[in-house]
């Protein structure tokens, strides 16, 4: 699989640290997430074909084919991880670990189409101890799982919007069209409005975060709950997800247009 070079100092690093890395985004379930989410984005445009102008449609399907391409989204995630884990070996030993495992797979079944499709209508209401509930809110706290969710939201919605600014310039002119779309007063109000769903993603996610993460985790004990909330807000833990939502970020490419985007 091909990687960024995104810093000459890569090449002054051991062979153990890139393996280690490499290491860790696959026990940690990146590539099967990924592939999860290209399963999902397949059904989304399947749903859009017969809603859409064939013009529009065509654009949206161009526009997400290239943004989210497999092996681009991996090299961007990888390198991200990389670039802000100095040291991936605590995160790879505890994912490596039983209940590491066991959390990856928890995670990696509630993100399968099949998962997605049977819970379309929302998650049953999960009912937990106060003990369980205590220990379910420290771990919202310490997942990004927020902030994460808003940034595939807000990534759908480019593609969306290149789409239809791809339509732009036949509607208005191309010398209109280019200065609407590269003017620094649209820019500006571009990364406003981004900020702004954002924060509003995030509020509507965090509403049922907490019955979210039972439902994923739903099969660990209680013990097994509270060492995973231990190690999300250890020192170690905390560097690892700030990495993973680099990654996730660059892997989406949010806030980049689709053809700035290297294939």
Not at 18 to 29: M, R, T
Not at 50 to 57: F, I, K, Q, R
Not at 159 to 165: E, F, G, I, R
Request: aromatic letters at 6%.
């Amino acid at each position: 699989m091909r990687r960024l070079l995104f810093s000459l100092l890569m090449f002054c690093v051991l062979p153990a640290w890139a393996d280690g890395h490499d290491q860790l985004y696959k026990v940690a379930g990146w590539p099967e997430q990924r592939a999860h989410f290209n399963d999902a984005l397949t059904a989304a445009q399947q749903r859009y074909q017969n809603s859409l102008p064939p013009a529009v449609y065509q654009a949206l399907v161009n526009n997400s084919n290239q943004r989210f391409a497999p092996q681009a989204m991996d090299r961007r995630a990888q390198a991200q991880l990389r670039q802000n884990l100095a040291d991936p070996k605590p995160a790879l030993k505890f994912f490596q670990s039983p209940l590491g495992r066991k959390i990856i797979a928890a995670e990696l079944l509630a993100t399968r189409r099949d998962q997605l499709a049977k819970n379309a209508q929302g998650l049953p209401k999960m009912q937990a101890s106060d003990t369980r509930q205590l220990i379910i809110g420290h771990l919202a706290q310490a997942l990004p799982a927020r902030e994460a969710g808003a940034e595939v939201s807000l990534a759908i919605a480019g593609v969306a919007a290149d789409s239809l600014s791809q339509m732009i310039p036949g509607l208005l002119g191309a010398g209109q069209a280019q200065n609407m779309l590269n003017g620094q007063r649209q820019r500006l109000m571009a990364q406003n409005m981004l900020n702004g769903q954002r924060q509003r993603l995030m509020a509507q996610i965090g509403n049922d975060l907490n019955n979210t993460l039972l439902y994923v985790y739903r099969d660990l004990s209680d013990p097994e709950l509270e060492e995973f909330a231990n190690f999300a807000e250890s020192a170690e833990g905390k560097a690892y997800y700030q990495a993973a939502l680099a990654a996730i970020r660059a892997g989406l490419a949010v806030g980049q247009s689709t053809s700035s985007l290297a294939p």
